[in-house]
């Protein structure tokens, strides 16, 4: 009774600090578009000929009507999501690893699938949806399948259809996750169950609803004046693709995921080395691990000290083989570690999933940094998932212990603050300049200027004089008000 009153404490206060956090994000770019009248009309036609995100686009026009619902969907979606991985992993150690992986996910990915309310609609409520029947289905992985009723279907029907109308290529994920299920439990368990089943109707139902909409004609005949598939030839937009945004959202910003995985890949191959029997094996996992070691200390040196943009092509051909390099090694690692404790198709699991979001943006345009954090939890999901294989009393009592939790509090805790005094003075400006510009715009002023927001690398299409019109439709401004944009932060000032 008091274990549960305590896990009630901690995902009370951290859904509590997540919402106040959420309350201060700002609408920026097409949040304005979609609580604008632009987005009823995109309503009133049923989004025809624009995307097939049916349910994504209504939550993301009701989020951008209320800052009070927004906060509370946007709190229970990335507080589930910590939740979600818990229950997965049975492991109470993984909540705080999870605080403190999403307090540490890449700033880029921060900003545009967190912050902004039209990435997150996009990027964390289908995760968090999916997210609910991987708990659902993981426990086929055990030796003794649970009991599963039959009323499951129907809301697992109506689940499948939902998180497959969010985003294009998590709906290809989520109808590879269910297969793989379903094959894994009748190979195994000899088995075919009847809610898994469910699911997968209402995912292929979804997924044909969602690519029936005109728009993905249009992508497919370059046609779309937004999104394209292989625009300028398949190898050239695939080499584009990868080597400039997959190679480094993907891999080389996770710095502590991967530093994390590293070190948990290291004590298990310290553990597995008496079980493997052939040389072959320990030195393969023995390599695998000085490339993975590699590519951290490469990783490190190139995320800190160099930007995209500083690039030139020779570095971005190597250190996308490198990583390429990298995603072989770990995966040929965790099966050989699978095996020797016996738990290869879960690890595999979740290396799948890598693979399988990340493949289709090789091919389609635009993609950016928001597309990753899909591909970011899974790996949370794999750090966690190498960390239950872990055996031996001190390794567990580490995790179990008071050290570690107070270790991890302290980082949470201090990573809190700075979020929340970031987004508290992004808040505050964003708050007081739209008062003055009402209040100018009042006076019959024809022209006003507008300061742009602090820490504007943590949000995304922020500026409002380069999304004018739609910034005045939603915040119902005069027409022929003119927005003077002026930098009233710099290195120099407060």
């Known amino acids: ?16 600090l997540i919402a106040l956090l959420c309350w201060m994000f700002p609408y920026t770019g097409d949040d304005w578009t979609w609580g604008s009248q632009i987005g009823i009309d995109r309503l009133n036609v049923w989004f025809y000929a624009y995307n097939g995100r049916y349910v994504g686009n209504l939550v993301v026009l009701a989020l951008t009507r209320s800052n009070i619902l927004k906060m509370l969907v946007m709190a229970v979606c990335l507080t589930g999501i910590i939740y979600l991985v818990e229950h997965i992993s049975k492991k109470k150690w993984s909540f705080y690893v999870s605080c403190i992986a999403l307090l540490l996910i890449p700033k880029e990915i921060l900003g545009q699938a967190v912050v902004w309310t039209s990435g997150f609609t996009n990027y964390v409520l289908p995760v968090f949806l999916i997210m609910i029947f991987i708990a659902y289905a993981y426990p086929v992985f055990q030796k ?48 075919v169950i009847v809610s ?12 044909i609803y969602m690519f029936s909409n005109g728009a993905y004609q249009n992508i497919v005949n370059n046609e779309s004046a937004y999104q394209q598939v292989a625009d300028g030839g398949v190898v050239n937009n695939i080499k584009i693709n990868y080597f400039e945004v997959i190679v480094k959202y993907l891999c080389l910003d996770n710095i502590w995921m991967n530093i994390g995985i590293l070190i948990l890949c290291a004590i298990l191959f310290r553990q597995c080395l008496s079980i493997w029997k052939g040389r072959g094996q320990r ?5 695998c691990l000085i490339v993975m070691a590699a590519f951290n200390i490469w990783a490190f040196l190139s995320s800190v000290g160099l930007d995209l943009t500083e690039k030139q092509k020779p570095l971005l051909y190597m250190e996308g083989s490198f990583a390429a390099v990298y995603m072989l090694a770990l995966i040929v690692f965790c099966i050989l570690a699978g095996i020797a404790k016996k738990s290869l198709w879960k690890i595999l699991f979740w290396n799948a999933g890598i693979v399988c979001l990340a493949a289709p943006l090789l091919v389609v345009n635009p993609i950016g940094p928001r597309c990753f954090f899909p591909t970011y939890v899974l790996f949370l999901l794999l750090l966690v998932e190498l960390g239950g294989q872990l055996n031996g009393e001190a390794v567990q009592s580490f995790f179990e212990g008071k050290v570690f939790r107070n270790a991890c509090l302290c ?75 002026v930098f009233e932060y710099s290195d120099k000032k407060n």
């Open 283 to 287: 030195w393969t996992a023995g390599f």
């Open 144 to 191: 003794q399948l649970p009991e599963y009723r039959l009323w499951h279907c129907l809301p697992l029907l109506l689940l499948g259809v939902i998180s497959s109308l969010i985003m294009e290529n998590i709906t290809i994920y989520n109808i590879a996750l269910t297969v793989g299920i379903i094959i894994y439990a009748l190979a195994v368990h000899h088995k």
């Open 411 to 485: 980082i949470c805790l201090s990573g809190m603050a700075f979020y929340l005094n970031i987004f508290w003075a992004i808040h505050q400006v964003d708050r007081d300049r739209l008062a003055r510009v009402e209040r100018e715009a009042a006076a019959g002023k024809t022209s006003v200027e507008i300061c742009y927001l602090p820490y504007r690398s943590y949000l995304w299409n922020d500026i409002p004089a380069e999304w004018a019109e739609r910034f005045k439709l939603f915040h119902k401004l005069p027409k022929d008000l003119q927005l003077k944009p």
């Open 196 to 207: 898994h089943l469910a699911y997968l109707a209402g995912s292929i139902v979804g997924a």
């Open 1 to 16: 009774m008091k274990e549960k009153r305590m896990k009630l404490v901690r995902y009370g206060i951290c859904f509590l």
